[in-house]
């Protein structure tokens, strides 16, 4: 079987590295996190409208590029490289993959915005008594009149201070952890009664903490069947895992290169360390982990069609691998680099950070491991 990429998707690498390599260098993503937004919206504006990336994974009707999860994997695997903070993972697979999979008015008027990258899209699914269970929501949405109101606490929303849409998981029915009653809203950021904090995250994205407080949201923001939303909510957490674990190769990619490049420069004894054996056989081992996850997640990337409990096992299996492999990598280029390397002014350091915030994003190397086992036991 052929696992290389075609024209297309070979052309939509290198269009982005390039990019990237040439607008995104350790310097200016310092002074864009450093700044007062924390980004530069110019960049996501020329990615949408300079090389059209925006619109990679949505099909040529809605006016894509007509790719799918492995274009996601493309690119995502090169914001990885760079360790960029803009939200293609939040905007265009969570929010675009929700749309895309409940179709309907929603999905015609925003995913052309989306493309145009005139929407960014935050996902508030997370609540801090909930750990990994997705259906743990006490943030409730009770009807009232054609509308709805929502109360609750969303944690650790990613690109929420720079959010045109927050993509919302609430409760409508049911007790904290059934599995029905699950409902999806996507409703403007701005309404009244959504109070936001920000902050910067230790990786140099930035999130928001979301307390909605009595927030009145039309009718047509619920996303599919009231109550019955779960599935959809773990299907585009599952498409997430897996862009997530491509991003991670490309911050695997790029602790093993720069590890490599100190070692040859950095001299010991009057040599190289890099030619002391112990040290070539941690960066060997560097080398398996990155390509073993590059393997993994790239057939998670092709099983995400596939019905639930293969999916769920497959990007569980790539997950896991992934994240013990930030982790070795990681911090095997501290290591080498010795107190430098957690230092703010090299790039180790911020690599090393975004790989260690990437172990634990949608469920950790234990919380997959159960996962896959509890899968394993249905079959």
């Not at 075609?6 to 290198?14: A, F, G, I, K, V």
């Not at 993972?89 to 925003?110: E, N, P, R, Y």
Request: overall charge negative.
């Amino acid at each position: 079987m052929d696992f290389s990429y075609n024209e297309t998707q070979q052309m939509l690498r290198d269009t982005l590295a390039r990019f990237l390599s040439d607008t995104y260098d350790f310097e200016t993503r310092r002074k864009m996190i450093a700044g007062e937004t924390g980004r530069d919206p110019g960049i996501w504006r020329a990615l949408a409208t300079e090389l059209g990336i925006l619109g990679a994974p949505f099909s040529e009707d809605q006016g894509g590029l007509g790719g799918g999860p492995v274009e996601n994997m493309i690119v995502m695997e090169q914001l990885g490289e760079a360790i960029a903070i803009e939200p293609y993972l939040q905007t265009v697979v969570i929010g675009g993959g929700a749309l895309k999979a409940a179709g309907g008015a929603q999905a015609d008027a925003l995913i052309p915005q989306i493309i145009a990258g005139e929407a960014v899209i935050a996902f508030a699914y997370a609540e801090p008594q909930g750990r990994y269970e997705l259906h743990n929501l006490r943030t409730s949405a009770r009807r009232e009149g054609e509308g709805w109101v929502l109360n609750g606490h969303k944690a650790v929303v990613y690109a929420a201070p720079w959010a045109t849409h927050l993509l919302v998981t609430a409760r409508t029915g049911g007790s904290q952890r059934e599995a029905s009653g699950v409902s999806l809203f996507l409703i403007e950021a701005n309404r009244p009664g959504i109070v936001r904090r920000d902050y910067p995250t230790v990786d140099g994205f930035r999130a928001s903490e979301i307390y909605f407080e009595n927030a009145s949201v039309p009718g047509d923001a619920l996303i599919g069947e009231e109550g019955a939303a779960l599935p959809l909510v773990e299907r585009i957490v599952d498409e997430a895992t897996a862009a997530v674990c491509a991003e991670g190769v490309g911050v695997m990619r790029r602790l093993h290169a720069g590890t490599q490049d100190y070692a040859r420069q950095r001299k010991q004894f009057g040599r190289p360390i890099s030619d002391f054996q112990v040290l070539q056989h941690r960066m060997v081992d560097m080398f398996m982990e990155v390509e073993q996850s590059a393997s993994m997640t790239l057939m998670a990337t092709l099983k995400l069609d596939l019905p639930d409990v293969e999916r769920m096992a497959a990007v569980s299996q790539a997950k896991a691998k992934v994240g013990k492999g930030l982790k070795f990598t990681g911090q095997s280029a501290v290591q080498i680099h010795g107190g430098i390397g957690i230092t703010d002014e090299l790039a180790i350091g911020h690599y090393f950070k975004r790989a260690t915030m990437i172990e634990g994003q949608f469920g950790s190397v234990d919380h997959h491991l159960a996962r896959f086992e509890r899968l394993s036991m249905t079959d």
